[in-house]
């Protein structure tokens, strides 16, 4: 295993780090307000804007996607340092770069297995920038962190899929830019195998029959920079059998291409934000005293410094390991691992905010400080894309399965 950037990665490391710089950490409380002046909350403030156009000026476009004709070509473990860096500004960085979920994964789906022409109606906009997306899979009524558990109904009349369901916790579906959902429902509910019962169908927003009900917030935050996450009711919305994505009965092996490379994503990216903490931790620490010296003195704040430094090293080491196998022998190659840094890293990082939180004591909870948003959205992705429970259900199976 041989870690090292290439040239590639350490010239686009060097141009992202310097669009950080010089665009994205200054623009981050330009957007906040520009927020509060907006006439809807969930509209795009025109600084993202100026960010994407300038991102996609210098080629920091799509930087997720490793098919070449669609996307920058790069491999996973190329790409990783890269989603860690815009992992400090998790709420601007990716959407600048066009690498925000959940429209990477809706990207990824449509350029792998969607026909020729849901690519151009749909991938090609979402490629540009132009268009956002939703991916509805989760539902309020089940546990629907066994994905055979939908119970959204998928049912073919003549050329038509009629969709009825309720979802929630659907991500980007608040934005009004978000034209297009995915949605996974059950074409065959009575199917002998409870994992080819799925399908999954393109859904325009505009569709009769759909309705976005509300937002969802998470730890109190509406989430407005990736569109909000909206509870959405499918009543008899009605769309043709061309909008099905691959074959009937497809949606779940869908749903696992789909999640594998969303997962380590996530993962790349919450280093990212442990990076940011850190150095949140430290410009504190240097800057205030406490009972008669800096805190940079106290010695459980040492403590606390060096065991997140010591953290975020293991779990890079760990996410480029799990990128570099996903790149060599494919994801299922690189279940194990995969698994073991979607376990890993949220909880890790979950507590170095937690610190960095503590730190700043009352700053540390309030919105002068990105800490508590970090810290939502992390604790978030110990539940997202599969909770820490079903992943360690899995990994641990495959283990004792060596030894019977």
């Known amino acids: 295993m041989d870690f090292a950037f290439d040239a590639r990665t350490e010239e686009l490391r060097a141009k992202l780090l310097a669009f950080m710089d010089e665009y994205v950490y200054p623009a981050e409380q330009a957007a906040h307000e520009q927020r509060a002046r907006l006439a809807s909350p969930w509209d795009t403030p025109q600084v993202v804007e100026e960010l994407k156009a300038e991102a996609r000026r210098q080629g920091l476009w799509n930087l997720f996607l490793p098919d070449a004709e669609h996307g920058a070509g790069l491999t996973n473990l190329q790409y990783a340092p890269l989603a860690e860096i815009t992992g400090r500004s998790p709420q601007l960085a990716p959407t600048a770069t066009n690498c925000a979920a959940p429209d990477t994964g809706n990207m990824e789906v449509l350029a792998q297995f969607a026909d020729e022409g849901q690519k151009k109606q749909w991938l090609q906009p979402l490629l540009a920038g132009e268009i956002r997306s939703a991916f509805a899979m989760t539902e309020p009524d089940v546990a629907s962190s066994d994905a055979t558990n939908i119970t959204t109904h998928i049912e073919r009349d003549g050329d038509e899929y009629v969709i009825t369901g309720r979802k929630w916790y659907i991500s980007g579906a608040m934005n009004p830019d978000c034209k297009i959902f995915i949605v996974m429902g059950k074409t065959d509910p009575d199917g002998a195998d409870i994992r080819r019962q799925q399908s999954m169908v393109l859904v325009p927003r505009d569709t009769p029959g759909v309705t976005v009900d509300r937002a969802m917030q998470v730890f109190g935050y509406e989430d407005h920079y990736h569109g909000g996450h909206a509870e959405v009711t499918f009543d008899h919305a009605r769309v043709p059998v061309s909008n099905l994505i691959g074959e009937e009965g497809g949606g779940f092996a869908i749903a696992q291409a789909r999640l594998g490379p969303g997962r380590i994503h996530h993962c790349m990216r919450l280093i990212g934000m442990a990076e940011r903490a850190i150095e949140l931790m430290c410009r504190r620490a240097v800057s205030r005293e406490a009972f008669g010296k800096a805190l940079a003195q106290q010695g459980v704040v040492h403590n606390w410094i060096a065991d997140a430094r010591v953290t975020v090293e293991q779990l890079r080491l760990l996410v480029l390991k799990t990128a570099w196998l996903m790149d060599t022998v494919g ?74």
Do not use: W
Request: charged share 25%; glycine share 8%; net charge positive.
């Open 331 to 404: 994801n299922k190659g690189a279940h194990t691992e995969i698994q073991a840094i979607k376990i890993a890293t949220p909880r890790a990082v979950v507590e170095i905010i937690d610190r960095a939180i503590q730190l700043h004591g009352a700053g540390g909870v309030s919105q002068d400080f990105p800490l508590a948003e970090l810290y939502a959205g992390a604790r978030t992705l110990m539940i997202a894309d599969g909770p820490d429970e079903v992943h360690q259900r899995s990994l641990a199976r495959r283990e004792i399965k060596k030894y019977l």
